[in-house]
């Protein structure tokens, strides 16, 4: 297993490029499901998740051609073979969930493994299957599988959603694509990444109106055809990348940057002293003083402040200058990276989904070790503050979400590399 190793306090001066959104690509891919004809995706970032997605859809008979050292996929499910989603791929991967819509909209069944619990949650999929089944599918869990099948195929309906659930409004929205009539999601999520995925269906052929805000409405066409579409920018790689000069000092440009995606996120910056310019290129981000200010940060759905960067909020304020409260309304899970950052000499008080982090003047370097994709970020970052030496392991978390962040980062001036054990 690969650990990365951080030395602190060299201030970043440069340009980090942001690649396409993983999780636009993670529900853009099973879109392929919907058609016969190829789906090009330009921009696909070059990451673990989508290695694990190509299995999985190549698993079902999808032909998946990666060109361009991976920014270009080509998909095509002209011959499928199966409509089982494996265990074994699921269990790894709780996205691998999004070929269930799709499946059960073109080919009318599917067989798809519960993910499993994950370490930020139980994740259930209650609200993919009640609105799956509004459509007329029937589905029964057996052996921890879900089968489902829709004889005649999918029906229009109106999908009043409990909880604006990402996933649960991607496979509704692909689902209702191919449906007969008309399907109204309502409290759908309005992430950037549903956004993208809207755009892509339409490209292909699809009726979509109103991503982007709770209300979409999808009137089924009874074919999909071929696309070509650009992976929108990941907006929490953009993120975290954001917060690197806030950690370590000097200056950074995100290439590829868009305020739309994070505002949020960047009124939170400006309230903790951070100052975010845009560029013809990005976003220009710069702290105003040696230390940042402690803000309060509740996560929220979109647009609101989003819970894949309270990690790395957190290990930012860990050495902001007062107390910062921040609470985790996503998942019943997410603070991981505390008990972490406290051995690096954080003063943090966890209690269920709050954390009251209370600055100190300096992180020291120490062993820690990644629990989830975001958490493992944290570390990272905050590795970049600290005093001496930081080595995070099990980093096959961080290969997940980031495009050879150990790269990025020397790039723009940081002490860091990373090594096998
Ligand atoms: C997506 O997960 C993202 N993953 C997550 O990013 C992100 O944290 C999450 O949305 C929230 O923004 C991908 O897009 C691949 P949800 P998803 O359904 O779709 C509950 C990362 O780090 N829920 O919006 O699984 C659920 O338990 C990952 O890149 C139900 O109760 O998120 C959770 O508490 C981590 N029933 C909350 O909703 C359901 O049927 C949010 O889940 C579905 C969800």
Known sequence: MDSIVVKGGTPLNGKIQIAG?????????????????????????????????????????????????????VLS?????????????????????????????????????????????ARPMDLHVSGLEAMGAQIELKDGYLHAVAKGGLK????????????????????????????????????????????????????????????????????????????????????????????AGGEVECLGGRLDLIEAFVE?????????????DGLLVKRRSDRARAVDVTTEVFPGFPTD???????????????????????????MHAPELIRMGANIEVHGGTATVHGVDRLKGARVMATDLRASASLILAGLAAEGETVVSRVYHLDRGYEHIEEKLSAVGAQIERVSE
């Open 21 to 73: 959104a993983k999780n636009a690509a993670l529900a853009l891919m099973p879109a392929t499901l919907l058609s016969e004809e190829p789906l090009t995706l330009t921009n696909a970032p070059r990451l673990s998740d989508i290695k694990t997605m190509t299995q999985l859809l190549q698993s079902l008979g999808v032909e998946v051609t990666s060109m361009q050292n991976g920014k270009v996929q």
């Open 77 to 121: 499910s002209h011959d499928m073979t199966s409509t089982t989603a494996d265990y074994e791929i699921v269990r790894k991967m709780r996205a691998s969930n999004l070929v269930l819509g799709p499946l059960l909209a073109r080919h009318h069944q599917a067989v798809v493994s519960l993910p499993g619990g994950c370490a930020i949650g």
């Open 156 to 247: 229009g309906a109106r999908v009043p959603l409990r909880f604006a659930s990402v996933g649960a409004t991607e496979n509704i929205l692909m689902a209702a694509t191919l449906a007969k009539g008309t399907t109204v999601i309502e409290n759908a999520a309005r992430e950037p990444e549903i956004v993208d995925l809207a755009r892509c269906l339409r490209s292909m052929g699809a009726q979509i109106d109103g991503e982007g805000t709770s209300t979409i409405t999808i009137d089924g066409v009874d074919r999909l055809g071929a696309a070509t579409h650009p992976v929108v920018t990941d907006r929490i790689e953009l993120g975290t990348y954001m917060l690197a000069p806030v950690f």
């Open 268 to 280: 939170k910056l400006d309230a903790a002293g951070v100052d975010v310019s845009e560029t013809p």
């Open 309 to 335: 960067l309270q990690a790395q909020m957190m290990a930012m304020l860990c050495t902001a200058d007062g107390t910062s409260v921040l609470e985790e309304k996503i998942f019943e899970n997410r603070f």
